[in-house]
């Protein structure tokens, strides 16, 4: 019998990634780990980490990579992309870094249409410091910052970024997956692959919203979250394509 | 060597250049405003990279990027822009990446005015930002020395793998002189970044992460006391200042900056007058040149004076702690965009003989 | 013919795969990994598909498919 899957060939072999059972973030790694494998592009690689959960794979991931400060990870790609265009420039942030305190740099990048792919991790709360909502916090939803549920006379609706980004001219390829099951799972890994081809092409700017479990924060089995994620979380962020620009 | 008469935000961004700059990011802000303007010209003819960010804050991390990748970069703005870039600084910092820093300061706090002062003193000396780090600091007092400094601060960058801060004022920035531009680096004598530049994997494969994150106190310590050390190198051999007429001063005039060059002013005038002035002016506000304090005859020295435009006075608390009680200190002082003159530093002496 | 291999010490017992295999055929053991987890395992080979569902939905890819 022959292998028909296996680990991605350059991360770490002997311990996995920091994230708890059944986050996301696992998922989402393994995704852009696959295709920078799929396009031989580890070694021209250049990740920019957000302050976050998101960073946690630091040590497990074995690809040059750069600490953002919190929300600055779409200047710092900005920058280096540009001045060192043989890199090949992800930057990976968590919603509390992409969305809240960062969205100022999330959309000039996108707005400068800057030849870099932005995987954006939505798990609706800011998950390393231990819950607190995040503008991507659904409504009804809970967090130990809204601790009787996201209102929206106090707090205002969820950011839907995915939509935010898909409006402004420049960016090529924007679109929201979902990491709860094998079926949205092998559509991220298309959506992924779709967007690092971009970048690998010079063609430009393309953002990939992933919606991602957090049972820590959810306070749910990871079983639970998938259920969740159907019943409510696909709701608040409806799945799909919403720029594709050929 | 070319001799050019040109503004000082301009001979500023032209000496970055010929150091070898090839990254600039920054943003709008009085009075250094020239600085990116010429820049987004200028860089893209030397193959360089010019990014004006979407605020102080992007701008400082485009550059903390770029220069982990080895490119040397600069940003520039005034007071409330350092404000906004403090984190970025702190980033540079702790994650030992060389990039220059050029204030071009104005009246504060908060909007304050468009006009000179010296009231980022302590930010720019002590604490650029939280985490107790210090950046060299070096204060031209003219556009001649704008330019020198501003192409010295890469070589020193470099050398320590740190954050070089120039502090200027709006009135350097925005005056024009006749200077000396320093000549056109050729890159390929730059030193070899390939031993830290994150963005180069090992030879053992291995990839290199650039993280200011420290999971243990231990280790964080340990840079801490890495940086403590350099900084003791810095107060050891890189001390810097200038001294006028001194040897036989029973008064003595400290400042930094425009404020040295008023007060050489009124040095002189009162020379004329037969009154025995002197003058110590701080070039290195970070090693601040304790020795100049340190080897004068205080039984000779009357009174000192401590010349500078911020009220409360920044620049007279490290004077007062190099002078160590050995002398009254008098200060005088202008802020908030009110121009030190030569008049005040005479009416001044003349009042305490 | 077809079979998995679940890498002890990289499973965090999230029952993901448990939940995901159309055979039903992936259970939490009572082997514990260094972390204290118990590690999924599988338990009828002959059944197994090869179909690679548990390994895409595993969130640390602790899972290797033969076929």
Redesign the interface.
């Known amino acids: 019998m022959e292998k028909v899957y296996d680990k991605v060939s350059f991360t770490s072999k002997t311990s996995p990634t920091g994230y708890c059972p059944g986050c996301g973030h696992g998922t989402a790694h393994k995704l852009f780990a696959s295709a920078l494998e799929h396009f031989n592009l580890r070694d021209k690689t250049v990740l920019i980490y957000p302050v976050g959960c998101g960073g946690l794979a630091m040590p497990w991931i074995n690809v040059n990579v750069i600490g953002a400060a919190h929300g600055r990870a779409g200047a710092i790609a900005t920058a280096i992309k540009r001045t060192n265009p043989d890199n090949f420039v992800i930057s990976y942030q968590g919603d509390g870094d992409l969305a809240a305190i960062g969205t100022a740099e999330t959309i000039h990048a996108a707005n400068r249409g800057e030849n870099i792919t932005v995987i954006f991790i939505n798990n609706a709360n800011f998950g390393m410091t231990g819950g607190q909502m995040a503008p991507t916090t659904m409504l009804g939803q809970t967090a130990t910052t809204a601790q009787s549920g996201r209102s929206l006379e106090e707090h205002g609706a969820p950011l839907r970024m995915a939509e935010m980004i898909a409006t402004l001219d420049a960016p090529k390829y924007v679109a929201r997956f979902a990491l709860h099951d094998a079926k949205n799972i092998l559509k991220a890994q298309q959506g992924i692959m779709k967007a690092v081809e971009l970048q690998v092409k010079g063609e430009g700017y393309s953002f990939v919203e992933l919606l991602s479990m957090c049972p820590t924060n959810w306070k749910k089995s990871p079983a639970d979250c998938a259920a969740y994620m159907d019943e409510a979380v696909l709701k608040a962020f409806p799945l799909g394509v919403f720029k594709d620009v050929k | 060597m070319s001799k050019e008469f040109i503004k000082g935000n301009e001979a500023i961004a032209e000496a970055a250049v010929r150091a070898g700059c090839r990254f600039f990011a920054g943003y709008p802000i009085t009075p250094q405003n020239e600085v990116p303007e010429y820049l987004s010209a200028r860089l893209p003819e030397v193959g360089g990279h010019f990014i004006q960010g979407e605020s102080e804050i992007a701008s400082v991390y485009m550059v903390f990027g770029v220069a982990a990748t080895g490119i040397r970069s600069m940003t520039s703005s005034s007071g409330p822009g350092f404000a906004l870039k403090a984190e970025g600084i702190s980033f540079l910092a702790g994650g030992q990446i060389p990039a220059v820093l050029v204030n071009v300061s104005r009246g504060g706090p908060a909007i304050g005015t468009i006009e000179p002062a010296q009231q980022d003193y302590f930010s720019a000396v002590h604490a650029p930002a939280p985490g107790g780090f210090r950046c060299f600091v070096l204060a031209p007092q003219n556009v001649q020395e704008a330019a020198d400094f501003v192409y010295e601060a890469f070589d020193i960058a470099d050398k320590y793998r740190t954050p070089v801060y120039v502090l200027a004022d709006g009135m350097i920035g925005n005056m024009m002189e006749v200077v000396e531009l320093p000549k056109m680096r050729d890159l390929a004598d730059l030193p070899s970044n390939d031993s830290w530049r994150f963005n180069k994997y090992n030879d053992d494969g291995t990839a290199r992460i650039l993280s200011t994150y420290m999971p243990m106190g231990e280790l964080m310590q340990n840079k801490n006391k890495e940086m403590a050390a350099m900084y003791e190198t810095w107060e050891k051999e890189e001390q810097r200042w200038e001294e006028y007429m001194i040897d036989d001063a029973e008064y003595i005039v400290t400042a930094y900056g425009s404020s040295a060059r008023i007060a050489k002013s009124a040095v002189k005038e009162l020379r004329a007058e037969g009154i025995k002035v002197g003058l110590i002016r701080a070039i290195t506000l970070y090693p601040f040149p304790k020795d100049a304090f340190d080897k004068l005859d205080y039984t000779k020295v009357k009174k000192m004076f401590c010349a500078e435009m911020s009220i409360p006075g920044q620049y007279i608390y490290d004077v007062q702690n190099a002078v160590l009680g050995r002398s009254e200190i008098i200060p005088i002082q202008t802020s908030g965009g009110v121009i030190m003159e030569t008049d005040m530093v005479v009416a001044a002496v003349k009042e305490n003989l | 013919?077809?079979?998995i291999e679940v890498?002890k010490?990289?499973c965090?017992?999230?029952?993901?795969c448990?939940?995901?295999c159309p055979k039903q055929i992936i259970k939490i053991g009572r082997t514990v990994n260094s972390k204290g987890?118990n590690v999924a395992e599988q338990t009828d080979e002959a059944q197994c598909t090869?179909c690679?569902?548990c390994?895409?939905?595993c969130?640390?890819?602790?899972?290797?498919?033969?076929?």
Do not use: H, N, Q, R
């Not at chain 3, 969130?59 to 076929?67: E, F, G, Q, R, S």
């Open positions: 013919m077809a079979k890498d010490e990289f965090k017992s999230c029952g993901l448990v939940k995901e987890y090869g690679k569902l390994a895409i939905v969130p640390d890819m602790a899972i290797t498919v033969y076929k």
